[in-house]
T-cell receptor, first 113, second 116 residues
Framework: DQQVKQNSPSLSVQEGRISILNCDYT??????FLWYKKYPAEGPTFLIS?????DKNEDGRFTVFLNKSAKHLSLHIVPSQPGDSAVYFC????????????FGAGTILRVKS | NAGVMQNPRHLVRRRGQEARLRCSPM?????VYWYRQLPEEGLKFMVY????????ESGMPKERFSAEFPKEGPSILRIQQVVRGDSAAYFC??????????????FGDGTRLSIL
């Protein structure tokens, strides 16, 4: 039962352009969403988060959009840089069920210079 | 280094042996979470602990797996009588408060467990 889905296994983008990573969820109890970036042989690094009371959160080059009615969120990276090449995980937390994070399977982003 | 520390980074065990994975949370953090990542998959929640207390172990296999977070020292994830299917990357995360404060979990670099 995949409650958090990242349907694109990989994405390739030219340096300087926008990267858009998508995530869908099925559990309407989720109310806190996060994006993590992961390099090989390292742990996930927190990027940005959004609470369900918001529809947008921005931090530098990273913006997360949340569409609760569609149960969809997206991460925009602009401009994309070669150092952004990594695996990006979407995660969700069902607050009322505790603090565990439910992760998607990840999207490999490749930024070409 | 004030981050989440996991050791060992790599652990090789033969089938039937025991594996012990250690995690020291970030300074000031009192909540520890363990996740497992199988190849080509996302991270799967295993257990959530506070000092001397298991809060949520709904993701732990019913047998052979146990976790503790003693008053002193690191959190330990213990796997008894390991089997090949236990081969995975095990990640520990910590946070200072419950998620109602919207505090993100911070992860260590993981322990890669290989079963021969």
């Amino acid at each position: 039962d995949q409650q958090v889905k990242q349907n694109s296994p990989s994405l390739s983008v030219q340096e300087g352009r926008i990267s858009i990573l998508n995530c869908d969820y099925t559990n309407s109890m989720f109310d806190y969403f996060l994006w993590y970036k992961k390099y090989p042989a390292e742990g996930p690094t927190f990027l940005i988060s959004i609470s369900s009371i918001k529809d947008k959160n921005e931090d530098g080059r990273f913006t997360v959009f949340l569409n609760k009615s569609a149960k969809h969120l997206s991460l925009h990276i602009v401009p994309s840089q070669p150092g952004d090449s990594a695996v990006y995980f979407c995660a969700a937390s069902p607050y009322s069920y505790g603090n565990k994070l439910v992760f998607g399977a990840g999207t490999i982003l490749r930024v070409k210079s | 280094n004030a981050g989440v520390m996991q050791n060992p980074r790599h652990l090789v065990r033969r089938r039937g042996q025991e594996a012990r994975l250690r995690c020291s949370p970030m300074k000031g953090h009192s909540h520890v979470y363990w996740y497992r990542q199988l190849p080509e998959e996302g991270l799967k929640f295993m257990v959530y602990l506070q000092k001397e207390n298991i809060i949520d172990e709904s993701g732990m296999p019913k047998e052979r797996f146990s976790a503790e977070f003693p008053k002193e020292g690191p959190s330990i994830l213990r796997i008894q009588q390991v089997v090949r299917g236990d081969s995975a990357a095990y990640f520990c995360a910590s946070s200072p408060l419950r998620q109602e404060s919207n505090q993100p979990q911070h992860f260590g670099d993981g322990t890669r467990l290989s079963i021969l």
